[in-house]
């Protein structure tokens, strides 16, 4: 059983440092809803292609981590009923054969693996409300700490506690750097109130970081926040009213664990009457286009 299927166009990239974004699945078979989710797996890898990038959307397929997925592989992680897989299930999807679409820290650790440096994915995951009770906090986080890749998002979902979420970012010792801005995003919000340290004025800049991350850190990640222009975004007093009833009904319905994200989002998708997954695919397309920028930013560099 191979561990590693790298596609060719994928191998061939980065054999010749030509550019590469992974790109995750998990977004595909629970954050987004059928059919719209296959359209956005397609249109997600032109975005790069268009750009001159190879895409790389990566998936568990049959036990094997797979990175840059043909038509059977984006079908069955778009119309299939597939398990959400963190880096903790890997090793049960690997020996048993199974499939499974792979998190923001599944990606972010087989991408590594593969020796691509650049991921984009929407919105990070983090610190849940009420986690000091429940302790539930992503391994998006934990994974980030320990995995040198750069992951350009929207922030983190504005159903996590985002204070929270920047602290453990702090501890784990993970750079969080603006794009253009200091303001931290809230996915489907521009802004989510809170400050970052650190901003970059563009991809040849995050570029020039990573490479001294490279010799200054110790191979962990970094995340780049690229906020939603304002016109763009969700109106925020309608997306502050969905989002009470949001937690409102999860809680009603008894949701816990893995299935708090997509519960919350596909509740949310619902009784926004689809504007939360409108901004969530336009977040989605301009985090893809960074991406792209920085890893071609990235091959400019190392040539
Ligand atoms: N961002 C999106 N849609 C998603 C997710 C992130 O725009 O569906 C997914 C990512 O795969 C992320 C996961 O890794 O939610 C976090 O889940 P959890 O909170 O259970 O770790
Ligand atoms: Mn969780």
Known sequence: MPTLNIAPDVARALADNKPVVALESTIISHGLPRPRNREAALEFEQILRDKGVVP??????DGVPTVGLDADGLATIADRDIAKASVRDLPIL??????GA?????????AAQAGIRVFATGGLGGVHRGASETFDESADLSTLAVTNITVVSAGVKSVLDIAATLERLETLSVPVIGFGTTAFPAFWLTDSGFTLDWTVKDAAEVAAVMASQDVTGHGQGIVVANPIPPEQQWDPIAHDHVLSEAFLAAEQAGVRGKAVTPFLLGYIVEASAGRSLEVNLDLARNNIRVAGDIATAWCKRRA
């Open 56 to 61: 790389a959307t990566i998936a568990i397929i």
């Open 102 to 110: 792979t998190t923001v820290a599944a990606t972010a650790h087989i």
């Open 94 to 99: 690997h020996a048993t054969k199974q499939s």
